[in-house]
Nanobody
């Protein structure tokens, strides 16, 4: 089992920045690809970013490319999502996931998910 706990969400003005964290525990962090998804009420959960287990490969949705950066710290068993130039349309609950397969993480078919953290961007 892997437990994932997100933090760092909050209220920010458009153009501002936030950094989300996802702390993992329970199994060897380095074996897992990690991803971030987001969801707004009434819509499906959508892919935001993912990072391979090695950290060498990263993937982004077109809507966040150039503004968001995903990274991981093996010593802290944590994955981060640095979000810059935030827009009101980035408002959502953000979830992190973990899977031994990078493709599964990116596709939203990951085995493990956190509980989510709310990000609200005001205009």
């Amino acid at each position: 089992q892997v437990q994932l706990v997100e933090s760092g969400g909050g209220l920010v003005q458009a153009g501002g920045s936030l950094r989300l964290s996802c702390a993992a525990s329970g199994r060897t962090f380095g074996n897992f690809a990690m991803g971030w998804f987001r969801q707004v009420p009434g819509k499906e959960r959508e892919f935001v970013a993912a990072i391979s287990w090695s950290g060498l490969s990263t993937y982004y949705a077109d809507s966040v490319k150039g503004r968001f950066t995903i990274s991981r710290d093996g010593a802290k068993n944590t994955v981060y999502l640095q979000m810059n130039s935030l827009k009101p349309e980035d408002t959502a609950v953000y979830y992190c996931n973990a899977d031994t397969s990078t493709s599964a993480s990116r596709a939203g078919r990951a085995d493990y998910w956190g509980q989510g953290t709310q990000v609200t961007v005001s205009s």
